[in-house]
C-alpha cells in the first residue's frame, strides 16, 4: 500500500509539474523531426528503421527517466521518505512510476513512428509485443536503480547517460535483434534465444536493484 502511495504522489506531482512528461515529448518530437528531415526523400530499409525506433527511445529514457530519486533530493524530502517506508518499498514506488511513464512513453514513440515511416513494416505482431513489453521492463528497472546512484551526485545530468549505456547496451542491442526477427515475420519459437535473455535481463537487474537499493538508498 506504501509503495502504491508512493506511486501516487509521484504521478500526482508529475501531473501538476508535467516536468517529465514535457521533457520526453519535446525531445521525442525533436529527434524524430531531426530523423525525418535528415532522410528527406531517401528510401531506407525495415532494419534501418527498427533500429532507429530503439535509438529514438533509449536516449528519450535518458531525458525524462532520471528525475526518479532527483527530484526528492532537490524537494529535501529523501529523509522523510527514509524514516516512513522501507527501502524496497520506495523502490517498488518509484518502480512503478517509471514503469508507467515508459509505457506511455514507448507506446506514443511506436505509434508516431510507424505512422511516419512507411518501411517500418511488422510482419509478427505478437513477437513485436513480447519484446516491447519486456524491453519497456527492462528500461524502466535499469533507470530507477540508476537515478537511484546518482541522485546524490553533483554532477548528476551527465552522470545518468554514462553509467545507462552499459548496462542498458546489452538489452538495446537485444531489442535490436527482435525487432529485425519481428520485420521479417520470424516466429516466435525462432527468436527464443533473444527472449530468454530479455527476460532473463529483466529478472537479473530486477533482483539486483532490490538487493543494492537498501545501500544505495541509506549512504
Known amino acids: 500500500m506504501k509503495a502504491?502511495?508512493?506511486f501516487s504522489k509521484d504521478w500526482n506531482s508529475e501531473l501538476r509539474t508535467r516536468y517529465?512528461?514535457?521533457a520526453l515529448a519535446m525531445f521525442i518530437l525533436v529527434t524524430i523531426s531531426v530523423i525525418l528531415f535528415s532522410i528527406g526523400t531517401e528510401k531506407i530499409s525495415g532494419?534501418?528503421?527498427g533500429g532507429l525506433l530503439w535509438v529514438v527511445i533509449f536516449f528519450s529514457a535518458m531525458s525524462g527517466l532520471s528525475r526518479a530519486f532527483v527530484s526528492e533530493e532537490e524537494r529535501g524530502t529523501t529523509l522523510t521518505l527514509q524514516l516512513i517506508a522501507a527501502p524496497a518499498t520506495i523502490y517498488s514506488g518509484k518502480l512503478l512510476f517509471n514503469l508507467l511513464l515508459v509505457?506511455?512513453?514507448?507506446?506514443f514513440?511506436?505509434?508516431?513512428?510507424?505512422l511516419l515511416f512507411e518501411s517500418f513494416v511488422i510482419e509478427n505482431f505478437t513477437l513485436f509485443v513480447i519484446s516491447f513489453f519486456f524491453g519497456n521492463i527492462g528500461i524502466a528497472v535499469s533507470s530507477t536503480?540508476?537515478?537511484a546512484i546518482i541522485s546524490k551526485a553533483s554532477s548528476k545530468g551527465t552522470l545518468y547517460p554514462v553509467l545507462s549505456f552499459p548496462i542498458l547496451l546489452p538489452l538495446i542491442l537485444t531489442l535490436l535483434e527482435l525487432t529485425k526477427?519481428?520485420?521479417d515475420g520470424d516466429t516466435i519459437s525462432d527468436a527464443f534465444v533473444e527472449i530468454a535473455v530479455l527476460v532473463c535481463y529483466d529478472v537479473i537487474m530486477l533482483t539486483a536493484s532490490y538487493l543494492l537499493f537498501d545501500f544505495i538508498w541509506k549512504d
Open 109 to 114: 514513440i511506436t505509434t508516431l513512428y510507424s
Open 20 to 22: 517529465a512528461i514535457n
Open 103 to 107: 509505457f506511455l512513453m514507448n507506446i
Open 145 to 147: 536503480i540508476i537515478a
Open 4 to 6: 502504491l502511495a508512493l
Open 47 to 49: 532494419y534501418l528503421t
Open 181 to 183: 526477427f519481428s520485420i
